[in-house]
């Protein structure tokens, strides 16, 4: 090996070694405990189960961020934990309700997560038959300072055919991919 390689090999090495020092660490969050985050969304979609199929509207909205957004099927949005509080107490006083969650997927993203999954709703008005209804849903979630995860944004949508409005028929194809004809 001639001076000259030895010079070049000499300098590649401390440049290497000189940005390989200047890399940060791992940043707090990379240090989090990812399996335990999942395990605390999936522990909160599992209360947020429980309260609905128990209609119980205070525990379900305790689930929520002071600031959270609900964005119901066929609704205005509804702004805040009261404001959700008071739609599952009007939901739960009109009907009974049940719920099956599967949740297909949930990612984290720090002190943010999202889970996406479909959802079946039995809802049995006071005074008639029960209604069945397909879903799929996307929550938004945030940990809060301490560590505790709470359901930011929650959007849901049908999976049946849009309602006929008023004094019109389902159309055809509506009713091939299941819909009723009014």
Known sequence: MTLRNVGLCAFA????????????????????????DIAA???????????????????????????????????????????????????????AVKVAITSLETQLA??????????????????????????KYLVVLKRLPGGLWKVYRDIDNSNGPPPAAPGKKASKKAVKKGGKRK
Do not use: H
Request: aromatic letters at 8%.
């Open 41 to 95: 969304v999936n522990a909160l979609r599992g209360k947020f189960s429980v309260a609905f199929n128990s209609n119980d509207a205070a525990a379900l909205a305790a689930l929520f961020a002071d600031d959270a957004i609900v964005m119901p099927v066929n609704q205005p949005a509804v702004d805040g934990r009261p404001a959700i509080q008071s739609l599952y107490e009007a939901m739960f006083k009109a009907n």
């Open 110 to 135: 720090g002190d943010w997560a999202y889970d996406r999954g479909n959802a079946t709703t039995t809802i049995t008005p006071k005074s008639g038959n029960p209604i069945e209804e397909s879903f």
């Open 13 to 36: 090495l401390t440049s290497v070694l000189t940005f390989a020092g200047c890399q940060t660490g791992p940043k707090p969050e990379d240090k989090r405990d990812v399996a335990a």
